[in-house]
């Protein structure tokens, strides 16, 4: 016979009750696991366990909560023990509601101490002076590619990448009106406007387009003049009380953008394997015939796979480049160990961005 109503609801909350002292209790342990990481001087965050955990539990479940379901839940219950051991400061680009913010919870949990910044440039300085113990900042997009900034930031600054964090971002357009009407500004980031500008010239051909710092500074300016618009997340029209005048207006349905976990090696150093990691470099070679050809080379003969591989100018005024290489495993494999060995003997600028779990 099927249950009643009362009846579900009845044994519902006896499992809340349930799960509510095993959180308890998991909350208890790690306690006890962060007095002696204290006493030993060990970190509190380690991505590393953290993926192993999830992987774990995605590989172990049953159903029919999915697997992005567990990831997020088990994210957040790490989320709020790690708390309880010391709460974790993260930088991000700023003001509250953007993507950057989104990509920081998601990777982090909820129970973050937040630090908005104005710029990526300060991120890395809040990141480098302390004011923040990791910040998060975007490296690339699946349509406009790699973020400028982010990797000329890299080049010069002490911080390393400790994590990624890869974002569906849905880009809505966002006013004091639920009308497209009378829009004679749209303010976004520069990255964003890039990746509407489909939508923009079809819809709003007439509207200038402005870029500012931040696609939540974007909605922030639209919300003081009728006449403007700012194209951010839904989170960001909430927080500055606007409306969605249209929603997912990127020119790319599936529009990706992954976020690097940054961080000073005495706050965190490179996390240990986890069965799916990244080696993110910057090297470059001497201007000669062939030298890009043989950095390639120590990977084909030591069978690690590249995944990235982006160029900079190096702005030396003598057309060398810097070139950014993701590749695929951790040093403590031999043969990614031999690879970065033979790499390093041919580059004449070598720099280990960082070595990190994938996301998925």
Partial sequence: MTQSLQQLRVKIDSVDQQLLALLNQR??????VGEIKRQDGSPVFRPEREAQVIQGLQAANPGPLKGDNIAHIWREVMSACRALEAPQRVAY???????????????????IEHVPCASFDEVFRA??????????VPVENNTEGVVTRTLDLFLNSPLHVVG????LVRHNLLRLSASLDGIEVVLAHAQALAQCQGWLST???????????????????AASNPAWAGIASERAGAEFGLHIAAHAIQDDAFNRTRFAVICLPQVLGAPQASGKDCVSLIVSVPNRP?????????????????????????????????????????PSQPNVAAA??????????YKVLGTYPVSD
């Fill in 164 to 167: 990624e964090t890869s974002l």
């Fill in 27 to 32: 909350a208890a342990l790690a306690n006890e």
């Fill in 340 to 349: 970065l060995k033979d790499l390093q003997q041919l580059c004449a600028f």
């Fill in 203 to 221: 819809h709003l051909p007439n509207a200038e387009r402005r870029a500012v710092s931040s696609n939540a500074e974007g909605a922030r300016l």
């Fill in 93 to 111: 680009l700023g003001p509250a509601g953007t993507f950057s913010e989104q990509a920081a919870v998601q990777f982090f949990g909820s129970s």
């Fill in 290 to 330: 062939g030298a890009v050809h043989d950095i390639l080379v120590p990977l084909k003969t030591h069978g690690v796979s590249m995944t990235r591989f982006e160029s900079r100018p190096a702005r030396s005024g003598q057309w060398e480049y810097f070139f950014y290489i993701d590749l695929q495993g951790h």
């Fill in 127 to 136: 990141a480098t002076a302390g004011t923040a113990q990791f910040g998060v």
